[in-house]
């Protein structure tokens, strides 16, 4: 079965740039997405097909892929975007998640 | 806009079953695939299984299959996820979700329903 590996934790300061990584060999032939999820509340898509942004995701969200590890990058890094992040996929009718990351911005 | 809205909150007593139940609005339900997928407190998530809205056909993980049950009501916008056979392992928060089949940037997920098994 496939596997998605995250770094368990992530810290910036404000204004930096954060980049989490997800590596699994799923990702060399599937697309990956990312999720935001925020204490108590439902994750929010993020990041599709490696690098696409949904409508309404601000521009300092943006996500790169190489071979078989992607890369969510916050570019200028907010107090509020701390929170756990999480990429995924889909492959053979099952849909892959990684372990999370917890962004801390201060 | 597109709603996902999800049956209450539920308690449980070990080897019992619960069926949670998500309704949804704002897009044409058949459009959208409806997976389930649950998160034990400060724990990751796992993603149990979904259903084709408009076939009913039905994919899940290994780990659940055999214990879980998702089925649809086209008639409601409705679709239900029940488990069998409850132990304290599975209390988490189970949300639904849609559109992971499509990869077209329209996942969304619904807000959540808390499932606590204890005796």
């Known amino acids: 079965s496939y596997e998605l590996t995250q770094p368990s934790s992530v810290s910036v300061s404000p204004g930096q740039t954060a980049k989490i990584t997800c590596s699994g060999d799923?990702?060399?032939?599937?697309?990956a997405r990312w999720f935001q999820q925020k204490p108590g509340q439902a994750p929010v898509l993020l990041i599709y097909k490696d690098s696409e942004r949904p409508s309404g995701i601000p521009e300092r969200f943006s996500g790169s892929s190489s071979g078989t590890t992607v890369t969510l990058t916050i570019t200028g890094a907010q107090v509020d975007d701390e929170a756990d992040y999480y990429c995924?996929?889909?492959?053979?009718?099952?849909?892959?998640f990684g372990g999370g990351t917890k962004l801390t911005v201060l | 806009q597109v709603h996902l809205v999800q049956s209450g909150a539920e308690v449980k007593k070990p080897g019992a079953s619960v069926k949670v139940s998500c309704k949804a609005s704002g897009y044409p339900f058949t459009s959208y695939e409806i997976s389930w997928v649950r998160q034990a407190t400060g724990q990751g998530v796992e993603w149990m299984g979904w259903?084709?809205?408009?076939?009913?056909?039905?994919a899940y993980a290994q780990k659940f299959q055999g214990r879980v049950t998702i089925t649809r009501d086209t008639s409601i916008s409705t679709t239900y996820m029940e488990m069998s056979s409850l132990r304290s392992e599975d209390t988490a928060v189970y949300f639904c979700?849609?559109?992971?089949?499509?990869?077209?940037?329209?996942?969304?997920w619904g807000p959540g329903t808390l499932v606590t098994v204890s005796s």
């Open positions: 979700a849609r559109g992971f089949a499509w990869n077209d940037g329209s996942d969304y």
């Open positions: 259903i084709n809205p408009k076939s009913g056909n039905t």
């Open positions: 799923v990702l060399a032939k599937k697309y």
């Open positions: 995924y996929s889909v492959a053979d009718n099952n849909v892959i």
